[in-house]
């Protein structure tokens, strides 16, 4: 498997200013942070309000630029000024409010946004516009106004309207925090549909433990640095540690947790219902 | 001491092509000192709803009452009830707006023509009551972190001293500990000062642990009103319209298909956690 996104020493740094502009300090974002990620992966990054998530989430498409360190995506170095597009076009970004990132006053043309500014010519541009609309399920709604949409269905558009840049890996912070139970699975289903189908790389930024537990990898970060590293049961098996980290872990997760501490014989590390059901009956 | 809203309809934008009634015929009564979750999904009239409780939207038909006197009476002292039934909006630290956090908070009573040093011991008062340390008064409220500026924000509410306090999603986007800061603060607002409560949420599992009553909204009508373990009861229906039910709830409905003697009307992980031991013949 080849290297999607790999970063060496990275760091950002933030120049705090006074009223009159004049450097005070500097504030460390993003502090060494290593991380190398595979072609086809899912990864997921976990952190508190303010860890860094964000931030490392810009340096995959270069809305920023290292202060130190370098990142690569797809091979391509993004500090290179003239490797700028071909970076944006591998790593498309969802972020988490659907209402500032469509543009578009019909669903089509929000979604050809993407491939007209790539410069695709305009037969191509409807091809891909139908294909990205039939992979997130909205393709009925291609002449429908943006605005009348659920906020679910929303954020399928906006990520029809990365895809429709084919990109290798999708990048997607917090794409779910603002949506209702519903909005959520749609999301991530069609998520989880691109990989399997698309083989897209996909990095998902999450306050939901939830969403995370069918990671291959899951990063945990804590004033700009990687503090866990691990897959899914490896990490949620230290619930102690995640709450230091002000996360969490899937209720029943915690439920477990609570059930070994009162002499259950339960394994750390239960991920999902099923898995919690099969052994208490087997323990009745 | 209540709020009671007798066969309130709202029609949205009457006579226009985007005429649509947003809420159908509600009946709802909400008892001073009571914990109210209202749940429903995007679009479903939530926030429709909690905008006729202080009167800042006028229902086209039906009448609001507070402490039993119908607030659209003519005469009827409106400011005073905006005061006595705050409202804290969705994502409400994008409405801070002043120099400093005291004076951001002093708004309101300011508003309500206190003078300066009455507001000032309010605005105090109400940081205290929000979880903010004393420290913060003199910050600018844009150098807070999400959880401080949304505790902000709701202390700008607070200091009007309101009897009731309804939130719209005040956990929308926070860190897993960020929510939980938060709704604790509330809870014991809800306990140790006899605030009634209502509080709108995506997050079943929030509503589970901290209402007495749920209130589920469904196309602009009360679908169900009543406990938690009445309105989780209904996990199929509820699912339908694009709920859920906490995820214990579920493990126990497993359970209980799978032959364990386990109650189902189970909504927080400690219950879930005493049934199990009971079921299995360990308990306490």
């Known amino acids: 498997m080849e290297s999607m996104v790999h970063t060496e020493n990275l760091v950002f740094e933030y120049e705090k200013q006074d009223e009159e502009n004049h450097v005070i300090g500097r504030s460390r974002a993003i502090d060494e942070v290593n991380i190398d990620i595979r072609e086809g ?45 071909n970076v944006r076009q591998s790593a498309g970004m969802v972020f988490q409010n659907p209402d ?143 709450k230091r980290y002000r996360l969490d872990v899937p209720q029943v997760t915690i439920l477990a947790d609570k059930l070994r501490k009162r002499g259950l014989p339960i394994p750390a590390g239960i991920l999902k219902k099923e898995e919690l059901v099969e052994l208490l009956c087997r323990l009745n | 001491m209540s709020i009671k809203l007798e066969h309130v309809n709202y029609l949205y934008s009457p006579g226009t092509a985007y005429e649509r ?46 402490n039993g006197e119908n607030i659209y009476r003519e005469g009827y002292p409106m400011r005073e009830l905006r005061s006595q039934v705050g409202l804290v909006f969705q994502y409400p630290e994008y409405q801070l707006f002043e120099e400093t956090v005291l004076k951001d908070v002093c708004f309101g009573p300011k508003n309500q023509g206190l003078p300066q040093e009455e507001c000032e011991k309010r605005a105090r008062e109400a940081l205290k009551l929000a979880g903010l340390k004393e420290k913060y008064e003199q910050y600018s409220p844009f150098d807070l972190s999400g959880g ?17 306090l309804v939130l719209d999603e005040p956990t929308a986007g926070l860190d897993p500990k960020g929510r939980d800061e938060i709704l604790d603060q509330i809870s014991y607002l809800h306990r140790e000062g006899g605030l009634t409560v209502i509080l709108v949420s995506h997050s079943m599992e929030d509503v589970a642990r901290y209402a007495d009553r749920i209130v589920v909204m469904n196309g602009g009508e009360i679908l169900y009103n009543g406990t938690p373990k009445e309105v989780f009861a209904h996990y199929r229906e509820l699912e339908k319209i694009g709920l859920a039910a906490p995820q214990v709830t579920y493990i126990m409905h497993d359970l209980q298909e799978k032959g364990m003697k386990v109650r189902t009307d189970v909504t927080t992980v400690e219950e879930a956690a005493d049934e199990i031991m009971a079921a299995l013949g360990r308990g306490k």
């Open chain 2, 21 to 66: 009634m947003a809420l159908k015929d509600i009946c709802l009564e909400i008892q001073q000192g009571e914990f109210v979750g209202i749940i429903g999904h995007t679009g479903s009239g939530k926030s429709t709803l909690i905008q006729h409780l202080n009167g800042l939207i006028r229902a086209t038909g039906g009448n609001v009452y507070y």
């Open chain 1, 41 to 85: 992966q899912f990864v997921a990054i976990l952190g508190h309000n303010g860890s860094g998530k964000s931030t490392l989430a810009k340096h995959l498409n270069a809305i920023l630029l290292p202060t130190q360190g370098t990142v690569w995506v797809n091979g391509q170095n993004t500090r290179q000024p003239e490797k700028l597009w």
């Open chain 2, 148 to 164: 401080q500026k949304r505790r902000a924000a709701i202390a700008g509410v607070l200091a009007m001293r309101p009897r009731v």
């Open chain 1, 100 to 242: 500032n990132q469509i543009i578009g006053t019909v669903v089509e043309e929000d979604v050809g946004f993407g491939p007209e500014n790539l410069g695709v010519e305009t037969d191509r541009i409807w091809e891909r516009v139908e294909e990205s609309l039939r992979a997130v399920g909205m393709i009925e709604y291609r002449y429908h106004s943006p605005n009348k949409l659920s906020g679910g269905q929303k954020q399928r558009v906006a990520i029809a309207g990365v895809i429709a840049m084919r990109p290798k890996c999708i990048v997607l912070d917090e794409p779910t925090a603002m949506l209702d139970p519903v909005g959520r699975r749609e999301v991530l289903r069609t998520v989880e549909e691109l990989r399997r189908q698309e083989k897209v790389t996909v990095i998902l930024i999450t306050h939901y433990m939830e969403e995370v537990i069918d990671a291959d990898r899951v990063f945990v970060m804590d004033h700009g640095r990687v503090v866990m590293e691990g897959t899914p049961r490896e990490i949620f098996s230290q619930v102690e540690l995640l």
